[in-house]
């Protein structure tokens, strides 16, 4: 029996923050070595075609300039699967802002300096950079993101769906959203006696090595990569960028140490973006409610160099009962940078097209929105079959519904006034799905009673150090202070990335188990330890991964209450509060913060963040936070996160989900049907800017 009080579920503190808000905490440009130089690259400024000439004779006049990479002298990489990676081998342009040259100097101001004064010549070919829901050379993708099928299909949808007495039949729009971290993308880069060492913002080290790895035709073992403190990600660092790869050719080519990280400006075509998804979405229920047929069908684009399919019909086949379903995926190959993953990829468009059109049919039915979803609940998964190891959306509904005080609805929209604006109240259901992944992990018991756990871990702000700690301390029965935690390192025990909410469960289940074994050590040996201590270390390969007979997911439950200014068309959240049933909660504080950071960022993508193509130039306009405009602490009043206490067996040993994207996957479906319970009027595009409000008020209500 444990005689320590549980560190998991405990509101623990970061162990880093102190570090952070004081400015100790290093991060990837902030590594100081001596003789360090910068880098800035070059953006290509047309959409396709090549580069006929690139003039560096002013760039390399400039006091300061080390020197100007480009396809004619910068290093020969290896082979790739990825694409994106490969900059400066030819001449080719598949889209506006990739990276033509790079200049290298002695201080960032000098290297930007460079950059700005070397000339480019460009042969253009035609582009074709905007989505259109008719462009002929849209076409079925083998699969979707994850290794979803492009394609599912149960029952005969078109005649279920002809026969329903109540039909939902609408499209949607969800334009290019970029991811922005608070820290930009950046590497330092340093060889010495033949081993590069690389400090790069990023969400998984071992996979920055691997690539360098075979990039630069090295063995690992020869390379080590550092990502001890990262600032943000939400995705776009889930996978290596070109300017991990463009620091290591500027150190390689100048001999020296080179620190490049990514202009703002810059990111929005460097390294990844959400693709613009259309959704079709149409429902048939009967004069109950209850759903009959269900399809959604969804367009989205991706780059002409790598295929990344946005799976946004794929939360379609987990959520409500349907019979006859049908969703697929279909995508355009256009001049655009390659598309990649941003914070619940798939979920958060998927489900604002299919939460908001169940708004639509709670409206056709005349039932209320949280009654409509109750009475569509599976009993089991509906496209796979497989029991749920646990789903308790209803349970979230019902909570979340006597907590935001959802009784005393009015279900008539714009019947809710005070004074010049209409006030509404809106809710829409939430998933994620439970991703896992193998780790290995070590733990280390040293004579003095502390302890040590090893693991390439990322911790990219969600408080990852922490957490594992406290799952330490539990395995080992000890207090929290006596655990130490090495992570952020590729020299460390290898470890799958940041991302897909699985951080936690894949690192967390190798530390259990390594410090489990180291228990069991200690409970066996007699006497004091030996001066090198005790030590063990695990493996949950053929565990972690494998398939299981059920079907998992994280389930919530989002309520919003909005106000509406006639006049202005200003949309602003009032309340905010969402319920999830995430199975074990391992960390109080760390838990409601990544929720609540969820539902921030679910806030920006309703209602401020959007992101267009120009035909003419195939650029990203809103290219900066000056146009791309996240929410500030203005944008949000009051906003809660409660949880179910979710006991999963099912699941890995501390028994939990990932809680990392959830927040964000029904909030804009929420704000946007309370802004037609509020008004009476549907926007069916987002985000709900002033100009679409406005344009929409003018118009006949339904």
């Given at each position: ?48 075609g090549r580069v006929r000439a690139v003039h560096t004779g002013e760039a390399l006049a400039l006091p300061g300039t080390i020197a100007v990479l480009t396809a004619d002298n910068a290093p020969r990489l290896g082979a790739t699967d990825d694409p994106t990676l490969g900059v400066l081998q030819n001449d080719r ?488 049933a995430a199975g074990r909660i391992l960390n109080s504080r760390t838990a409601r913060a990544q929720f609540i950071g969820g539902m921030v960022m679910g806030i920006g993508m309703a209602l401020t963040e959007g992101s267009t193509v120009d035909p003419a130039s195939g650029a990203f306009v809103e290219s900066d ?78």
């Amino acid at each position: 029996m444990n005689q320590q009080p549980p560190a998991t579920g405990a509101p623990v503190r970061r162990r880093e923050g102190r570090a952070k808000v004081t400015g100790t905490a290093s991060y990837a440009a902030e590594h100081r070595t001596s003789g360090r130089v910068h880098a800035w690259p070059v953006p290509a400024a047309i959409a396709s075609g090549r580069v006929r000439a690139v003039h560096t004779g002013e760039a390399l006049a400039l006091p300061g300039t080390i020197a100007v990479l480009t396809a004619d002298n910068a290093p020969r990489l290896g082979a790739t699967d990825d694409p994106t990676l490969g900059v400066l081998q030819n001449d080719r342009v598949p889209h506006h802002g990739w990276h033509v040259a790079l200049a290298v100097a002695e201080t960032l101001e000098a290297a930007r300096a460079a950059a700005q004064a070397v000339r480019v010549e460009y042969e253009s070919d035609p582009h074709d950079s905007v989505l259109n829901a008719g462009d002929p050379a849209i076409y079925a993708p083998e699969s979707a993101n994850g290794g979803h099928p492009a394609d599912r299909e149960r029952g005969d949808f078109a005649a279920a769906h002809a026969r329903a007495p109540v039909r939902v039949d609408v499209s949607y729009a969800v334009s290019p959203l970029h991811n922005h971290p608070m820290e930009p993308h950046a590497s330092t880069a340093e060889w010495t006696g033949g081993h590069l060492t690389v400090h790069d913002s990023s969400q998984g080290a071992t996979a920055v090595r691997q690539a360098l790895s075979t990039l630069f035709g090295m063995p690992e073992s020869d390379i080590t990569v550092v990502s001890e403190h990262v600032g943000g990600g939400f995705g776009s660092k889930g996978t290596p960028r070109p300017h991990v790869v463009l620091a290591v050719m500027a150190a390689l080519h100048t001999g020296r140490p080179v620190t490049l990280s990514l202009p703002r400006r810059q990111m929005a075509e460097a390294v990844g973006h959400r693709a613009p998804t259309l959704h079709h979405v149409r429902l048939g229920a009967g004069d109950d409610g209850v759903i009959t047929a269900l399809a959604h069908e969804v367009i989205t684009h991706t780059s002409r160099i790598k295929e990344f399919v946005e799976q946004a019909a794929v939360p379609a086949r987990v959520m409500y009962h349907s019979p006859h379903s049908l969703t697929t995926h279909r995508v355009a190959a256009l001049d655009v940078p390659s598309p990649s993953w941003m914070r619940a990829p798939g979920e958060a468009p998927g489900m604002y097209a299919l939460e908001s059109a169940m708004d639509e049919l709670a409206v056709a039915t005349g039932l209320d929105p949280v009654e409509l979803r109750l009475r569509n609940e599976p009993d089991t998964e509906p496209d796979s079959g497989l029991p749920f190891s646990s789903r308790h959306l209803t349970d979230c509904l019902k909570e979340g519904a006597r907590r935001f005080g959802w009784s005393g609805r009015d279900p008539r929209p714009g019947v809710r006034r005070e004074g010049g604006l209409l006030v509404g109240t809106g809710v829409a259901a939430a998933t994620y799905p439970v991703l896992v992944s193998p780790s290995e992990a070590t733990a280390h018991a040293a004579p003095d009673g502390t302890f040590r756990v090893r693991i390439n871990a990322t911790d990219i702000g969600t408080g990852a150090r922490t957490v594992l700690a406290q799952i330490a301390a539990d395995v080992l029965d000890v207090p929290l202070d006596r655990v130490a935690v090495d992570i952020g390192n590729s020299d460390l025990p290898s470890a799958p990335l940041a991302g897909g909410s699985s951080g936690t469960a894949s690192w967390g289940w190798a530390v259990h188990e390594a410090c489990t074994s180291l228990g069991e050590l200690l409970v066996e040996h007699a006497g004091a330890l030996p001066p090198e201590g005790l030590h063990t270390a695990a493996d949950t390969s053929g565990q972690a991964g494998e398939p299981v007979p059920y079907a998992r997911h994280a389930f919530g439950a989002h309520f919003a209450e909005v106000e509406v200014d006639k006049v202005t068309g200003e949309i602003r959240v009032r309340r905010m509060l969402g319920v999830y049933a995430a199975g074990r909660i391992l960390n109080s504080r760390t838990a409601r913060a990544q929720f609540i950071g969820g539902m921030v960022m679910g806030i920006g993508m309703a209602l401020t963040e959007g992101s267009t193509v120009d035909p003419a130039s195939g650029a990203f306009v809103e290219s900066d936070l000056a146009s791309y405009h996240v929410p500030v602490c203005a944008d949000v009043r009051n906003i809660e996160a409660h949880w179910i206490d979710e006991v999963d067996e099912h699941l890995n040993p501390m028994g939990s989900k990932g809680i990392g994207e959830i927040g964000i996957v029904g909030t804009a479906a929420a704000i946007g049907n309370a802004f037609h319970h509020a008004t009476g009027v549907r926007l069916r595009s987002l985000p709900l800017t002033v100009d679409k409000v406005l344009e929409a008020m003018d118009r006949p209500q339904e």
